[in-house]
């Protein structure tokens, strides 16, 4: 898992992830991911464009979405008490990010 760049969006109730990412190996990315961030993985969809998981993290509901064109996966949560989740997550994540942006 090769993490560049992580950038928390309050306003969105989302994490953005960039990194080296295959569409066509989305698992390869995403179960080290879940890993990482000790979340349990629920539901696995994808489409021709768009790969979205549902994890979850200590009863939290997230979405693990990945679209093809935008190159970026992120994190969501339709929920805006979930953004301190998603914070912590991050903090999860700086250790393997190569290059950050909050």
Same mark, same amino acid.
């Given at each position: ?6 950038? +928390?969006?309050?306003? =969105?109730?989302?994490? %953005?992830?960039? *990194? /080296?990412?295959?569409? /066509?190996? &989305? #698992?390869?990315? =995403?179960? $080290? !991911?879940?890993? %990482? !961030? ?8 994808? *489409?021709? #464009?768009?790969?979205?998981? !549902?994890?979850? &993290?200590? *009863?939290?509901?997230?979405? +693990?979405?990945?679209?093809?064109? *935008? /190159? ?15 914070? &912590?997550?991050?903090? !999860?994540?700086? $250790? +393997?990010?190569?290059?950050?942006? +909050?």
């Amino acid at each position: 898992m090769n993490i560049s760049q992580i950038s +928390l969006d309050k306003e =969105a109730i989302s994490l %953005a992830i960039r *990194g /080296d990412i295959d569409y /066509d190996r &989305f #698992d390869e990315f =995403a179960e $080290p !991911l879940a890993a %990482a !961030l000790d979340c349990r993985v629920l539901e696995r969809q994808w *489409g021709a #464009d768009r790969h979205q998981w !549902l994890l979850d &993290f200590e *009863g939290c509901r997230l979405w +693990l979405n990945f679209e093809f064109y *935008g /190159d970026v996966a992120w994190l969501a949560s339709d929920r805006e008490e979930d953004f301190e989740v998603l914070a &912590f997550l991050a903090g !999860l994540l700086r $250790p +393997l990010v190569k290059e950050e942006t +909050l």
